[in-house]
């Protein structure tokens, strides 16, 4: 997948997909040529840039691949092991390198061509899926070579998504990277939507083969997108030090940021509490609706539908916004809200409606937070802070799927999401008390 981001709110070319008043951000960009340089504002306003439209239409196409990936793998995983905890462990050990390479992955982006970078990742996540398609396909799939290559494209993963999301602010001038990120946020949910139910179908119809596959042709239209953006030539870095210093650099600079390091511990918590919930949908399909992949694919386009509404309000308004942590922190409180219905729901609509609600917060809350953090840090060190956002945002991921599937496994999957709500609820609560600044934006 592409992913960042928002990860399953993570986008597969990096997501998707987090006010800081900042007098060390990047300087505004000179507008490309070809392109107007007007103001920033509308709903669509970063389609304007050549570059982002191009970039945007190949993640389009490549997510729609990337969510057949997602439904066929889960299901595949739960129809081979009938298990919560091994569902959740495989997406541990596919999540698991952004803990230990992400910031690695975000000095290699501040050091080379972000397009690069994104051209060797996404062809080597193509092979793994084309793999992974034909060993479905002679019928020599198992859990062991699942986990293989769910690590595989993990590794790939922590080096793709700070490059991914450095390269959001060569695509677009400054004004209009709010609008981008929702206008990201708002196609990777776009596939959402459409993806997942012709997943179901497919694997129902024709098998778990066929979405590997597709996955791995849509790889292509974001690597076609990449060799045709024209970017500036990147600046050269003169002074080379080692990996462990520039990203002791980018801590330092966290660390006399407190405002920012309170929202990427809220970052955190989100990876950690809220996403699992994304993993267990399959559990709760099979536990409480007693159904198939049809209606898996059904609510993952549920919580499609809610963020694609979330994108576009953010979109529409990302000009006009003042007060960003009172928008975020309704966000939140929306969030919690509609998966603590989720989880007390068994009936198909209800579950729905409560899907939609928490996709489109997440949707709000995620590209705020993002926005934040972009907009604030300077551009030598934009890559190696991103990298510690994309280690908030996902890397916790692995370690929150591992823990909701064994709670899922004992107590079943709606205790295993209540519990995270609470808890979730009651940090976020103790990092506003205790930094009152992060929640001043």
Not at 181 to 194: D, E, G, M, P, W
Not at 223 to 251: D, H, W
């Amino acid at each position: 997948m592409l992913k960042d981001n928002e990860n399953p709110e993570y986008n597969r070319v990096g997501d998707g997909a987090l006010e800081v008043v900042a007098t060390t951000g990047s300087q505004a960009q000179a507008a490309p040529a070809g392109e107007s340089p007007g103001q920033g504002g509308g709903t669509f306003s970063a389609l304007r840039h050549r570059n982002f439209r191009l970039f945007w239409l190949g993640a389009l196409v490549s997510n729609l691949g990337g969510w057949l990936q997602v439904v066929a793998q889960n299901w595949l995983v739960l129809s081979l092991t009938n298990s919560a905890f091994l569902l959740g462990l495989v997406n541990f050990i596919g999540n698991s390198p952004m803990l230990v390479l992400s910031l690695f992955g975000g000095v290699v982006a501040d050091r080379n061509s972000r397009k690069t970078v994104l051209l060797i990742t996404q062809n080597c996540q193509a092979i793994l899926m084309l793999a992974m398609a034909t060993f479905s396909f002679f019928n020599l799939i198992n859990i062991w070579i699942i986990v293989i290559i769910a690590l595989g494209i993990g590794i790939v993963q922590a080096f793709n998504s700070p490059a991914y999301q450095t390269i959001m602010l060569d695509l677009v001038k400054k004004e209009d990277l709010m609008n981008a990120i929702a206008l990201n946020s708002f196609q990777f949910n776009l596939t959402r939507v459409i993806g997942p139910g012709i997943a179901g179908v497919l694997v129902t119809l024709v098998g778990v083969a066929v979405c590997f596959l597709l996955n791995g042709i849509s790889f292509l239209a974001v690597v076609g997108a990449l060799l045709m953006v024209r970017l500036p030539k990147p600046v050269q870095i003169v002074e080379k030090r080692s990996m462990l210093q520039e990203i002791q650099e980018s801590l330092g600079y966290l660390k006399r940021n407190i405002a920012l390091s309170g929202l990427l511990m809220i970052a955190s918590l989100f990876s950690f509490f809220i996403t699992p919930y994304l993993t267990l949908l399959p559990v709760f399909v099979q536990q409480v609706f007693k159904s198939g992949p049809e209606d898996y694919g059904i609510l993952l386009s549920a919580v499609g539908v809610g963020a694609l509404t979330g994108a576009l309000l953010v979109a529409n308004i990302s000009s006009k916004l003042r007060r960003r942590s009172l928008f975020m922190n309704w966000g939140m409180v929306i969030l919690i809200c509609g998966l603590v219905g989720f989880s007390l729901s068994t009936n198909l609509i209800l579950s729905m409606i409560a899907l939609a609600f928490a996709g489109g917060s997440l949707v709000t809350v995620n590209t705020t937070l993002n926005t934040i953090l972009q907009s604030s840090v300077p551009d030598n060190l934009r890559g190696r802070v991103l990298s510690i956002w994309t280690l908030c945002s996902v890397g916790f991921m692995p370690l929150g799927n591992l823990q909701s599937g064994v709670i899922a496994q004992v107590w079943g999957a709606p205790a295993s999401i209540l519990l995270n709500m609470g808890l979730f609820a009651l940090f976020t609560a103790l990092i506003y008390l205790l930094i009152p600044k992060s929640r001043q934006f």
